[in-house]
């Protein structure tokens, strides 16, 4: 759950799964049918009333309003404390409050206010509710009038033939019961609720009616301490054996030396609210997606897994996994797609689950899996494996095939952790490494993988300090028309000065910046920089040229970038010609996504090229689709051009239809002679490499336009 949600929401939520074609897969219809009687269970027989994480009212039903006769507008958006006196306020922040921000439930009994001033007694039950996070972001109260079961408890204290005679109207079980739990006295509600004859319980003892050894020596305990009044929940059966769950409240009688010579017993069946309570719990602990256990659930089995095992000397393992390129699933076919997938691959991971494994979805396409008593690494390693041959399989989703895999990291207790947040955090971390190296594979955790995670999160700090403190800087590549030898145009390339390592590669840092987000923030600086450094060679008189800038697919992907875009072109002056964007070919895959950006970029008038063009996402339709004006040949296809007949026909194809689409061509990696010759008579082809310059600094390059401003440089 990524947002608060309104219990409004929650009912259109339901409705929604409903329409949504899901009705046919059966555990579906049945979670949802188990909500929509849940909700309406609630709403007949319990007062609702809803707070968001600070204890702000957002939700009350009609069956409170009815009974306190307040309006909605007097209640939401107040503090809960409006339904309570003073005191009783008090005492819910002082003692339940913490109680519930620790993300326990909470059960009690609560004196409560009336709009005018009237008073009434709930049994509430307050639960917590978390978000993908595991931060708490509201509170459901359920709660039961008890006013009236209050008021002859009272009465009973003062009198108990005046007790008797209110009992025998009553739809509670009350009865008095001696030191041995021997009926002295059977209200009419256990004919009408349990069936049995009066005269023949008044025969019996309670524990005749008790379904469970543990509710007779429970209920034995505290007839034998002759303590004060004592609340517990007791399961009886009814002449037929059908089990009716019992909130009993045991009061001790006592006579004029203050010895207890016998005990009240009242009781109300709570069947429904149990179930109630049930269904909640289970939302509480499990995704309502998959039906997978959450991370709350989750995180309390791995704790007490690692509590048994170390008491047992025993090993399990935790293992982490997310499913490979998933965000370009829902981008491409759409969340109701997404979300099949996500039921399909917790099914097929399931399945392959020992019967003491545990696995959970934490959100997204995050799952967790415990492997208990795994036997040997290689034994676990056969247990991955066979998971991942179930994935080689492509999955139907509505009449679509679609293939996924995924990535997962693996720690071990104890070698790699002893608590909870260790053996998950490691997991993490070694998913993390195996995502960065290849898809659809897995790897055991490291010490030195979390030496890699923590020199990632010091690249992600310092990135942040580096744009702020001028750390970032520009160098400077040559393109070069092949034909006429002729300066054609610069690339402009990030260098990071990292204080105390030094010039750190784009690869160290770029990735990092893309997943983090902040290659919004060095984007925009690395568009201004270059912008401004062109504007200044143009001032000094040197020949225009283009410089071209690489733009990540995420900063395309951000409705503000062409705004800001244009916003740096007006304020360094540059005419937008001599601008020139260049993306990988990657871009191709999300083109959906970008198409109209791309259009409105080219509309300003600066150009788009294509960068690392042949290396896996090639769409002719899109080249021809899109506004391309360069076509950047990958650099793996130039290393061997000068021998591999099989490079020279791939790249001489890529020729052949920029000339067809009037496009430019230009080569990367250009390094010898013999690779610049194989190019030397092709026409509209220009090239790029160590063999023309290295990127250069700033002062550098101009001196490189300086003496290759008009001469030929070959």
């Not at 990291?409 to 490494?433: C, E, I, M, N």
Request: with cysteine; glycine share 4%; aromatic share 10%.
């Amino acid at each position: 759950m990524n947002s608060k949600r309104s219990w409004q929401a929650f009912d259109s939520d339901l409705e929604c799964l409903q329409n949504r074609g899901l009705d046919k897969e059966e555990k579906k219809r049945d979670f949802v049918m188990k909500l929509l009687q849940m909700n309406d269970a609630l709403n007949q027989t319990a007062l609702i009333v809803v707070l968001d994480e600070i204890g702000k009212i957002t939700h009350v039903n009609d069956r409170l309003l009815a009974l306190t006769k307040f309006t909605k507008a007097d209640l939401i958006d107040q503090d809960y404390s409006v339904l309570y006196e003073k005191p009783t306020a008090d005492y819910l922040k002082a003692e339940v409050a913490p109680t519930l921000t620790a993300g326990k439930i909470w059960r009690g009994e609560i004196k409560s206010r009336t709009k005018n001033n009237g008073r009434y007694w709930v049994h509430a039950v307050v639960i917590p509710f978390f978000n993908e996070r595991g931060e708490i972001y509201q509170y459901i109260s359920v709660n039961n009038d008890i006013t009236e079961r209050k008021y002859m408890e009272l009465l009973a204290n003062k009198n108990k033939e005046r007790y008797r005679l209110i009992t025998e109207n009553s739809s509670d079980l009350i009865a008095t019961i001696d030191l041995n739990g021997n009926f002295d006295y059977i209200s009419p509600s256990f004919d009408h609720l349990l069936g049995f004859d009066i005269d023949f319980l008044e025969k019996e003892n309670i524990s005749y009616l008790l379904c469970y050894k543990s509710d007779k020596d429970k209920l034995l305990e505290i007839l034998k301490k002759k303590e004060k009044s004592t609340r517990i929940e007791l399961c009886l059966h009814t002449k037929t054996y059908d089990k009716i769950e019992m909130e009993a409240k045991v009061s001790p009688m006592c006579d004029a030396v203050n010895e207890v010579y016998s005990f009240i017993i009242s009781m109300r069946d709570i069947t429904e609210r149990k179930r109630s309570e049930e269904t909640i719990e289970h939302l509480a602990y499990h995704d309502s997606l998959t039906e997978l256990p959450n991370r709350r659930y989750f995180m309390k089995q791995l704790t007490s897994e690692a509590e048994t095992a170390c008491d047992n000397k025993e090993k399990f393992a935790v293992a982490f996994l997310d499913l490979d390129q998933f965000k370009l699933v829902n981008d491409t076919l759409g969340h109701e797609v997404g979300d099949a997938l996500l039921i399909e691959a917790a099914k097929k991971i399931s399945n392959l689950l020992g019967e003491k494994d545990i696995i959970a979805r934490l959100g997204g396409d995050e799952f967790t899996i415990i492997f208990s008593d795994y036997g040997s690494t290689e034994k676990l390693n056969k247990k991955i494996n066979k998971i991942k041959k179930a994935f080689e399989e492509s999955i139907a989703i509505n009449g679509k095939l679609i293939k996924i895999s995924f990535s997962m990291g693996v720690s071990r207790f104890p070698q790699d952790g002893k608590d909870a947040d260790t053996l998950l955090a490691r997991a993490d971390t070694a998913l993390y490494a195996t995502k960065n190296k290849v898809r659809n594979g897995h790897a055991f955790f490291k010490e030195v993988m979390e030496k890699e995670s923590i020199e990632r999160m010091n690249i992600e700090r310092e990135l942040r300090e580096a744009v702020d403190n001028d750390q970032l800087y520009l160098q400077y590549q040559p393109k070069i028309n092949l034909a006429t030898s002729e300066l054609f145009s610069f690339e402009a390339l990030i260098r990071w000065k990292r204080p105390n390592v030094g010039v750190v590669p784009p690869i160290s840092f770029i990735p990092i910046a893309e997943e983090t987000g902040l290659i919004h923030a060095v984007g925009h600086w690395v568009l201004r920089k270059a912008c401004e450094q062109n504007k200044k060679w143009q001032d000094k008189g040197y020949r225009h040229l283009p410089i071209s800038v690489n733009v990540s697919v995420k900063q395309l992907q951000d409705p503000q970038f062409y705004d800001e875009l244009k916003y740096i072109l007006q304020d360094t002056g540059l005419d937008a010609k001599w601008l020139n964007i260049e993306v990988t070919e990657s871009v191709f895959f999300k083109a959906h996504l970008i198409e109209e950006m791309l259009q409105r970029i080219r509309s300003l008038g600066v150009g788009l090229s294509i960068d690392d063009f042949g290396t896996g996402f090639s769409s002719l339709a899109y080249i021809k689709k899109m506004p391309i004006d360069i076509i950047k040949v990958d650099k793996t296809f130039i290393d061997d051009i000068d021998t591999s007949k099989e490079s020279q026909a791939i790249v001489q194809a890529v020729i052949t239809l920029a000339e067809a689409l009037e496009i430019i061509v230009i080569v990367e990696g250009i390094e010898r002679y013999e690779q610049l010759i194989y190019f030397k008579d092709q026409k509209n082809v220009f090239g790029q490499g160590f063999y023309f310059s290295r990127p250069l600094d700033v002062n550098d390059a101009e001196r490189f336009i300086k003496k290759y401003n008009k001469a030929p440089i070959i």
